[in-house]
Nanobody, 116 residues
Framework: QVQLVEAGGGLVQPGGSLRLSCAASGFSFSRYGMSWYRQAPGKERELVAAITSLGVVINTAASVQGRFTISRDNAKSSVYLQMNSLKPEDTAVYYC?????????RGQGTQVTVSS
């Protein structure tokens, strides 16, 4: 059973940083690409960043380029999202996601709130 568990969210002031993590289990993590999505209240879910199984970053949303970095550690079955220079508009629930056997899996999400 595919399981994704996000952690690292919280309340941060504008300009601050957070590092999100996503621990994966139930599948061969090193064989699959991973993605981070976010969804703010009243808005559609947005792809933030994506990384291949080998660690190549293949997509980063224009709104976060230069501020957010996706990475992974296959030995730890984990994917990360380093978020710097956070802005109030980055406030959202952040999810990690993958597609295994044609089925999309997503974690429960972690709340990120950027506010002074």
């Amino acid at each position: 059973q595919v399981q994704l568990v996000e952690a690292g969210g919280g309340l941060v002031q504008p300009g601050g940083s957070l590092r999100l993590s996503c621990a994966a289990s139930g599948f061969s993590f090193s064989r699959y690409g991973m993605s981070w999505y976010r969804q703010a209240p009243g808005k559609e879910r947005e792809l933030v960043a994506a990384i291949t199984s080998l660690g190549v970053v293949i997509n980063t949303a224009a709104s976060v380029q230069g501020r957010f970095t996706i990475s992974r550690d296959n030995a730890k079955s984990s994917v990360y999202l380093q978020m710097n220079s956070l802005k109030p508009e980055d406030t959202a629930v952040y999810y990690c996601s993958t597609s295994v056997g044609g089925t999309i899996a997503r974690g429960q999400g972690t709340q990120v709130t950027v506010s002074s």
